[in-house]
């Protein structure tokens, strides 16, 4: 199930980098690098930042096809009309689910204190979308969207709370990722946003 | 006095990062994001680079709590009308002053040549906030500013200098801080500011 | 010959980025910075990820030195209006060539497979300029430009054949470049682009 998940949560980010690159006037080429950006982007800081080396996408070059060949399959995808939103969205979700405890284990694994098994499952999870609008001269979505990454602390919070109280792991697992899951898809479903912060003149001369 | 700089530094940068999150609609969690890469951003870039692992706020995640306590202090300052601009200016160049010296001392300890201490002193100083602006998507301000730059290398060039001479460590230390103060608070209340480096159409229809 | 072209390609793409940021307003430390991100952020990226550590440019600081001295020189050569636009392009695919063999080969030398080799000098060949549009604000110009990344990505394919055939090292070197060369000089003088990706309305509407 693990591997699956791996595969399709690659799967799905790589299709999101694609898509966003295409409304970008992007070649090709430009759209590949998007969209592995966008899948391993998250990966690759984590391990750069926790000195895990060889990163991942160099310990198992297959991350690196898989990427490719969600991206290129996106073309086909999106000329037969096959991407509806939502059916992305929730996808988008599952990946982040799973993106999410991926980075809280490899840091709970390589011995690492709550706070930063939490921040690092987190930047595994979100990273990749920060980078792709980076890149796409975008603000990232994902700090002015529906809850995305409260979803995502969220489920590494009952994830490492379990595993604190020696909850058998895999059942801490998927608890964690259903709990990403539950709050993503209610910010998609209902529209749940976090308050914006606002400091320009718009705010003040509103109050 | 150390512990002290240190952690006024990390609070008024993030301050920085939370303001300018904050005039980008982004949310809470956004705003955190910006304000923990405008604090600790540069100190991160300079431990990968370095391969100083852990980087700093993994080895003392005091430092993500001092951020995330002054990021959610900017909301409450903001609503107060608490932040003047100048207040804020000189803080941010207490800040700079004393990343600056942080950096080029790490880079020492390290055994690294005089060019490499600049240089990374100056990329503690300053990349937190290239990176805070390149993720609001705005050209890094320090880039087109009063003497920002100029300052920390100016501090960390007597810092060095003194060092070389074998001047006393503090007192090295508090000179080269004094003089990137000096020289940012003479571009903040001078208005001082490096030529630009114009190449465009609109200098050549000038000259 | 090796130290030539090593120089030479520092040298070139320096000069692009000091002139990408004079489009930009920069001032003179903030030209200095995009220059150098844009010479040596390739490499950089590419060493970080390697866990190649000292990074390149610590290693060797004259290759900060020489990125610094192009970028000032490019002041006096644009005052001069010595700069004519085919003649640095013709510079920068020279530049593009040396460092995607100069990338490929350094991976090599770690023991690293095939796929990852040929993705490490595709990253130092085109990361720096990819950097340089970020910081100016820019959708990065090599995704949507005649064959650019192609150009490198055919280069390194030659060379990694050849090398696994074990035709001679330094034949293999010469062919990878004059590839990378050939490709990039028709994409330039011919115009020739690979098609881009859109997923836009207008796209749609056009169909």
Chains 1, 2, 3 share one sequence.
Request: one cysteine or more.
């Amino acid at each position: 199930m693990y591997f699956f998940l791996d595969v399709f949560g690659i799967a799905v980010f790589a299709i999101s980098g694609a898509l966003s690159a295409g409304h970008k006037k992007l070649d090709v080429f430009g759209v590949l690098v998007v969209a592995l950006v966008a899948c391993l982007g998250g990966g690759t800081l984590r391990d750069l930042i926790l000195d895990a080396h060889p990163v991942i996408w160099i310990a198992n070059t297959s991350y690196l096809f898989i990427g490719i060949l969600a991206a290129l399959a996106t073309f086909v995808l999106v000329r037969m009309h096959w991407i509806p939103k939502h059916t992305l969205e929730v996808c988008d979700a599952i990946g982040l689910a799973f993106f999410t405890l991926a980075g809280t284990q490899k840091a709970l694994a390589l011995g690492h204190s709550t706070e930063i098994c939490l921040l690092m499952g987190l930047m595994t999870g979100v990273a990749g979308g920060v980078l792709r609008d980076i890149i796409c001269n975008e603000i990232p979505l994902i700090f002015h969207k529906e809850i995305y990454a409260t979803a995502a602390i969220a489920g590494g919070l009952i994830f490492l709370s379990l595993h604190h109280f020696q909850v058998n792991e895999q059942l801490a697992a998927i608890l964690g990722m259903a709990t990403t899951l539950v709050f993503r898809l209610a910010g998609i479903f209902f529209g749940i946003s976090l308050p914006a912060f606002l400091f320009s003149e718009d705010e003040r001369s509103n109050e």
